[in-house]
């Protein structure tokens, strides 16, 4: 199942079949590098690589050997899509409407059907890159495309004016770079940057891993959402059985255009008006500025290869458009893990 992160229902993860230099079905995302994938950092909220959110996706490739450790490699992919938007009201600012929470924004994302306000993707996204491996390490970068759109067949119009078959598409794009280096023993350092024009379909980190773009009802603006992704770890083994893996990425998010007209107000809701700074500035603070992930994980292998034991530490840190605030977080996790 597309999407399904709950490692508590059962579900099928990969089903695909490979004829030489093809593969069909559905496995990772071609965008997700596994050798770029921090070690032994098992939470699912880091900033940079695609996560359980949106990483396995039904999809074709094509990877073919140059020879010398380069590959190119090319992939049509299932595609999710989505918009956080903002009703169009009769008020000269953009506040929340009966189908929304008072002067909050809502969300509509992909559900393949032109029923409601939701996404409808009528073309799969493709990626293309190249990789080089070699004794020292890995390099690779890849640049992707898309067509984001919102289909609208409610009573209230997504954007203004009196028609609620209001269709909104656009074409986004994304790119990442990314490198492993081998150090001294069997220490790694590793870095990727990704950054996505509105193209969530390639950014675990945009909200619910699916929002492209945000749409002003009242105005009629339509703004990309877009984010640069900067992720770094390092692994140290201290021997065959222990090893130190730490991690840090940090993801800025651009302030859409359409956000303008949002106020940075909030309803009142004893009245009609927007009430500057109202309930927190409830639209902007909707919307998301900056995200900061780190994390330091120490390992037990008593027997490598076949038994992990590992203790991790996660720290949150994020911050939204209403005057910067945000909220910060600690998490611990023990865990065990059998391979064979």
């Not at 004829?19 to 880091?46: E, T, V």
């Not at 891993?209 to 749409?215: E, K, L, P, S």
């Not at 902007?284 to 992930?293: D, T, V």
Request: a neutral charge; glycine letters at 12%.
């Amino acid at each position: 199942k597309i999407g399904a992160g709950n490692n508590s229902l059962p579900r099928i993860q990969w089903a695909y079949g490979t004829l030489g230099p093809w593969l069909f079905g559905q496995y990772n995302s071609a965008w997700a590098d596994p050798l770029l994938f921090a070690p032994d950092i098992g939470d699912q909220n880091q900033v940079g690589p695609l996560q359980t959110v949106n990483i396995r996706r039904p999809q074709i490739r094509y990877t073919y050997l140059m020879g010398s450790g380069l590959s190119l490699s090319g992939s049509l992919e299932s595609m999710n899509t989505g918009a956080q938007f903002c009703t169009a009201t009769a008020t000269s600012t953009c506040i929340g409407t009966a189908g929304l929470a008072a002067a909050a924004i809502g969300s509509a994302g992909s559900d393949n059907t032109d029923v409601t306000a939701g996404g409808l993707v009528n073309l799969p996204s493709f990626n293309t890159g190249i990789a080089w491996d070699q004794p020292w390490g890995h390099v690779m970068g890849r640049v992707g495309v898309g067509r984001s759109e919102i289909r609208n067949a409610t009573a209230t119009p997504i954007l203004g004016g009196t028609s609620p078959s209001n269709n909104i598409t656009q074409w986004h794009w994304a790119v990442e770079g990314g490198v492993m280096v081998n150090t001294w023993g069997q220490d790694q350092v590793r870095g990727l940057v990704n950054y996505s024009h509105g193209l969530a379909t390639y950014n675990s980190d945009a909200p619910s891993g699916v929002v492209d773009m945000i749409i002003n009802g009242q105005t009629g603006q339509v703004s990309s959402l877009n984010e640069l992704e900067l992720t770094g770890s390092y692994i140290h083994r201290f021997n065959p059985n222990w090893r130190m893996t730490g991690a840090f990425g940090i993801g800025f998010f651009n302030k859409p255009n359409s956000a303008a007209g949002f106020g940075n107000c909030a309803n009142n809701v004893s009245v009609s008006a927007c009430v500057a700074g109202g309930a927190n500035a409830a639209q902007l603070a909707g919307l998301e500025k900056r995200h900061i992930f780190s994390a330091l994980a120490l390992t037990y292998s008593p027997v490598p290869g076949m038994v992990d034991i590992k203790t991790e530490l996660d720290y949150y840190d994020r911050k939204v458009q209403a005057a910067g605030t945000g909220a910060s977080a600690w998490a611990q996790s023990v865990s065990v893990a059998f391979y064979w």
